[in-house]
């Protein structure tokens, strides 16, 4: 069976345009953002953020607001999956999943929690 169904290239370029409208501060910070699966029956989407997000400490905000968007945005889609490739996991798809967002050139250890990096700017 086909994840991609009738109709599913219309869906693919609104998931593609709604992350173009709602996140230009993704490319304009070295990033990009591509759709990796879509299950139209199940209304699933998959995003892998690449190049800035990867390690970025903002991904994982940026990830919420994706997630939180665009299943109000886009009633076809109910759950989003979205990968930086940090760990090769699936990021804040439920979770942290044990990984901790850092800066380039910062070190993983001590305490991660004393500093919550700059607010998200959306």
């Known amino acids: 069976m086909s994840t991609e169904t009738e109709g ?7 998931i593609t345009n709604f992350l173009r409208r709602n996140f230009p501060q993704i490319q304009m910070h070295g990033g990009s953002a591509a759709i990796q699966e879509l299950d139209r ?3 699933s989407v ?6 800035a997000c990867s390690g970025c400490g903002i991904s994982p905000m940026t990830i919420q607001a994706i997630k939180t968007r665009m299943t109000k945005e886009i009633p076809e889609i109910n759950e989003v999956v979205a990968r930086t490739g940090m ?3 699936e990021g ?3 979770g942290a999943d044990g990984m901790s967002p850092s800066f380039p050139g910062e070190s993983r ?5 004393d500093d919550e990096g700059p607010e998200a700017p959306f």
């Open 41 to 43: 029956e199940a209304g």
């Open 8 to 14: 599913g290239d219309d869906l693919r370029e609104r």
């Open 87 to 89: 760990d090769g996991g």
């Open 109 to 113: 250890g001590g305490d991660v929690g």
């Open 46 to 51: 998959t995003i892998q953020l690449g190049g």
């Open 92 to 94: 804040m798809s439920g």
